[in-house]
């Protein structure tokens, strides 16, 4: 049952060093500041996981705390690279990277088929791609029926789910609009969810097919507004496009980099204290 | 399917070979297509398209948007603009599995970082797969979109750097290494699998597979171009078809159309309306 906790407390509990963490969001309501919390925490050794690592796993990456990454895709959308993520496969900086790379396709059928309790995916997916031959949990299987030799990865099963979401009720319902991604299958795919939502309210007022997730399958619920920042919250602020383009020239340089990361995230004075929309760092 | 290019009795004289491109690539998109839109440059033709000869081609993108019409050109393809202006957002897995793989998609429209003779793409790394000497991010939604769309358009710029004879990495299948690979699929993939890449279109020229070999050649240059522009700027010895035509130029309204939504854009995305005001 969900339990509403700060955000240190939600991480500290539910975030441990070895973990297989996964942090969705696709491209809007990325948890930045639950992100920025597991910095903080200094966690090691953790199995990320996200379809498009994004800003918050250059992050992260860059600042240690990632062994392994598991991702389809790892730019940052219509601006280039993530260096951070760059110098960590290509120089092994600040530690080696470990990674195993998908295509959208099949990490989304894997998010699927960890929810729904199977321990695999199957896809009309990697015809005549090389990923198959680098990536070892790319594999086939023969349809029963038909024959047709289609793609198999693994089900997603992380230790723990992190989402931020727009809002929850006081029993801890919450409440996800617009770009959906595959926040409901992270959450449920998960041993434990964290998520942490805009705001909290008496009502979701929602419609009858609104993505909600009950408080039952929720273990922690911490309150952050602009928790998604500098992604968005559908409803409460926009994408800061600019940000994204700054971005890389704070991530292309080591030292650039760490003091970006010093002064706006380790020394942070409040848990959401990341520079908020319209200020560039 | 048949695109409907404007006229050229109003040609525009003064416009770039970058307009160029993105008029051409637009054109190859024809009313009512449900196009399944990737990140970058296919996402400015197809909007382009929407706003001149194709106001009902239908655009998706994977972040699960279905039938957008964007005012402006989003930076990611999971922009807040893409939501509030679809008929309808649905989950990624929906997305992929219902939408694309489910066989809704005539034209799937990617950019990439390489692409060769066989028009194969490689949007994963440069080099060697454990000692990249680039890492670039990877397949994405290309490697689906390529294969279960009915045919792909691919847009990019034209140089020895993009077009190489042989990709480094197959991130996504365009004919194979030996442009057989289609051809030799078991029939129950090839029932189910899309043509492939049958339009490339660059600054320079448009290049279309060779109907026996699969190979990628010159059909139509652009005006003013020259062959040997088209033979510096590839990495392979390029072929050009017997019947080489020419690019009809844009029209004066096309690139007006264009210049405008950049410029929209470009002010969305370095002003302060993306700066986190509530955006409803």
């Not at chain 1, 990277?97 to 199977?118: D, P």
């Not at chain 2, 129950?188 to 279309?208: F, N, Q, S, Y």
Request: aromatic share 6%; glycine share 8%; charged share 20%.
């Amino acid at each position: 049952m969900a339990e509403f906790l700060g955000l240190s407390e939600a991480i500290a509990r539910h975030v441990h060093d070895g973990d297989t963490v996964a942090l969705e969001g696709f491209t809007h309501l990325i948890p930045f500041a639950a992100g920025h919390e597991i910095i903080r925490q200094r966690r090691r050794e953790l199995t990320l996981i996200r379809m498009t690592p994004d800003l918050i796993f250059d992050q992260m990456i860059g600042m240690g705390c990632a062994s392994k990454l598991i991702f389809s895709w790892g730019g940052n959308p219509g601006v280039g690279s993530l260096h951070r993520l760059r110098d960590a496969v290509e120089h092994g900086y600040p530690a080696p990277l470990e990674i195993l790379e998908h295509s959208h396709a099949a990490m989304a059928c894997a998010w699927e088929a960890g929810a729904a309790g199977l321990p695999m995916a199957v896809l009309r997916g990697y015809v005549g791609s090389d990923l198959p031959r680098v990536n070892p949990d790319i594999r086939t299987i023969e349809c029963p029926f038909t024959g047709e030799q289609l793609a198999a990865v693994p089900a997603n099963r992380p230790d723990v789910s992190i989402v931020h979401a727009q809002k929850a009720d006081r029993a801890g319902n919450v409440l996800i609009e617009g770009i959906i991604g595959v926040q409901k299958e992270a959450v449920l795919a998960a041993s434990r969810a964290v998520i942490t939502v805009e705001e909290v309210v008496d009502e979701l007022d929602t419609h009858p097919n609104a993505c909600v997730l009950p408080a039952w399958c929720i273990n922690a619920i911490a309150t952050v507004p602009g928790g998604a920042w500098p992604s968005y919250s559908h409803g409460y602020y926009a994408r800061n496009n600019r940000f994204y383009k700054e971005w890389d020239a704070i991530a292309r340089d080591r030292d650039t980099f760490a003091r970006w990361m010093e002064d706006n995230v380790i020394n942070a004075s409040s848990p959401n204290a990341q520079p908020r929309a319209g200020e560039s760092a | 399917m048949n695109a409907s290019p404007e006229t050229s009795s109003d040609s525009a004289h003064d416009y770039t070979a970058a307009e160029m491109m993105t008029v051409t690539a637009s054109r190859a998109l024809g009313n009512g297509t449900t196009c399944f839109v990737g990140i970058g440059l296919p996402g400015e033709a197809a909007n382009l398209a929407r706003r001149t000869h194709a106001p009902d081609v239908v655009l998706v993108y994977e972040s699960g948007t279905l039938q957008t019409r964007p005012d402006i050109l989003p930076l990611s393809i999971g922009d807040g603009e893409l939501c509030d202006t679809a008929l309808t957002t649905v989950s990624v897995p929906e997305m992929f599995r219902y939408w694309l793989q489910g066989g809704h998609i005539d034209v799937g429209f990617l950019g990439t970082a390489q692409i060769d003779r066989y028009g194969n793409l490689n949007t994963t790394l440069i080099g060697d797969y454990r000692e990249p000497k680039v890492r670039l991010p990877g397949g994405g939604g290309a490697p689906e979109i390529a294969t279960n769309s009915r045919e792909l358009f691919v847009t990019v710029k034209h140089s020895t750097r993009t077009f190489v004879e042989a990709v480094d990495f197959i991130t996504t299948l365009g004919y194979g290494r030996d442009g057989r690979a289609r051809d030799n699929l078991n029939p129950e993939t090839a029932r189910h699998m899309g043509r492939g890449p049958t339009r490339v279109i660059t600054d320079l020229c448009l290049l279309e597979p060779d109907p026996d070999s699969r190979e990628l050649i010159v059909t139509s240059l652009h005006p003013g171009v020259t062959r040997e522009q088209v033979i510096e700027a590839t990495g392979w010895e390029i072929r050009f078809a017997d019947a080489l035509a020419t690019t009809p130029a844009p029209s004066t309204h096309e690139i007006e159309v264009l210049r405008e939504l950049k410029k929209r854009t470009d002010h969305h995305h370095s002003g302060t309306e993306a700066s986190g005001e509530r955006s409803s």
